[in-house]
């Protein structure tokens, strides 16, 4: 059985930097997309980036674009959520989700 865990949440201030790391255990083939969500206090969630089974390309919601880097450690089991020059509006809790199975999230305060 699939279990994702993440991490690497925090306080940071404007501008800073945060990794966030989901580490999948359980059955997990070798090619397996991933997604990174958030989701805002009164918000609903929001997909922020995707990374495809086969290739590995990447997908990112505009308002990331170019400040987030989403990769795969496959021998480390582990997708990576590299955040640069965070900004207030980041402030959300992240999940990781592999084929629908969600971790129970990491929360990230981003202070002005």
């Known amino acids: 059985q699939l279990q994702l865990v993440e991490s690497g949440g925090g306080l940071v201030q404007s501008g800073g930097s945060l990794r966030l790391s989901c580490l999948a255990s359980?059955?997990?083939?070798?090619?397996?997309?991933v997604s990174w969500y958030r989701q805002a206090p009164g918000k609903e969630r929001e997909l922020v980036a995707h990374i495809s089974s086969f290739d590995d390309s990447t997908n990112y919601v505009d308002s990331v674009k170019d400040r987030f880097t989403i990769s795969k450690d496959r021998a480390r089991r582990t997708v990576y959520l590299d955040m640069n020059n965070l900004k207030p509006e980041d402030t959300g809790k992240y999940y990781c989700s592999i084929a629908g199975v969600w971790g129970q999230g990491t929360q990230v305060t981003v202070s002005s």
């Open positions: 359980g059955e997990i083939y070798n090619s397996y997309a």
